[in-house]
């Protein structure tokens, strides 16, 4: 599977939109981009996933460029709530694993 | 939400004894589900992949004589530290799948301390 690059860490007002980004330059036309997060002591959460088209669900939304190269996963109104790392992951398509980097460490600051 | 339930939340042991370790999918058939260990402040690292009724797969450098991986139901896995030592104290988190292209969601995970 592909190797995903995130910064180590973030910043973020409370009440602003955080944006993520993700590297794949690697990445294949059957892979999906996955973005799960993980709140301190508790197993992973999954935010939402892609192919080629954005993806919007209740949680955040997911933009992919064109070329798939890279990848955003924006949380619209970030909460104090939403400080976690966040793991973006691409998976083949049928695949079964879910390799996690070390992800990007969002704080949400009031 | 998929739900995935994960028993018990937190162990602690003596050293040589061992620990089972339950993952439930609690509102759909989990065909395939996920085993990962992760040590403080480091990422979640696969330990195994078991579908129903098979045999687990484990990630190289996994011992499968240690950690005994049953996945008898669709709803059902469990994981056995076998004779656990402190060197098997970690975080242990359960993932479950059902149909081939849909997100594993995982448990909450079970802190094992062995003294």
């Known amino acids: 599977d592909a190797k995903t690059t995130q910064p180590p860490s973030m910043d973020c007002a409370e009440g602003r939109a955080a944006n993520l980004p993700c590297n794949h330059s690697t990445i294949s036309g059957n892979e999906y981009v996955y973005w799960y997060r993980q709140i301190h002591s508790q197993g992973p959460q999954y935010i939402i996933h892609g192919l080629k088209n954005n993806e919007t669900n209740e949680m955040a939304s997911l933009i992919i460029t064109e070329d798939r190269k890279s990848s955003t996963l924006i949380l619209p109104h970030a909460t104090l709530r939403d400080t976690a790392v966040y793991y973006c992951?691409?998976?083949?398509?049928?695949?079964?694993?879910?390799?996690f980097g070390a992800g990007t460490i969002l704080r949400v600051k009031s | 939400g998929a739900v995935v339930s994960q028993h018990p939340s937190w162990v602690i042991c003596k050293s040589g004894t061992s620990v089972k370790i339950e993952c439930r999918s609690l509102?759909?058939?989990?065909?395939?589900m996920f085993w990962y260990r992760q040590f403080p402040k480091q990422s979640l690292m696969l330990m195994a992949t078991?579908?129903?009724?098979?045999?687990?797969?484990?990630e190289q450098g996994v011992e499968k004589d240690k950690f005994l991986i049953n996945h008898a139901s669709l709803t059902l896995s469990t994981l056995t530290v076998t004779s656990a030592h402190p060197e098997d104290s970690s975080f242990y988190i359960c993932?479950?799948?059902?149909?081939?292209?849909?997100?594993?969601?995982f448990g909450d995970g079970t802190r094992l301390s062995i003294l």
């Open positions: 992951i691409v998976r083949v398509a049928g695949g079964n694993k879910l390799v």
């Open positions: 993932s479950a799948r059902g149909e081939i292209n849909q997100p594993q969601h």
């Open positions: 078991s579908n129903e009724g098979s045999k687990a797969t484990y």
């Open positions: 509102d759909f058939q989990a065909t395939t």
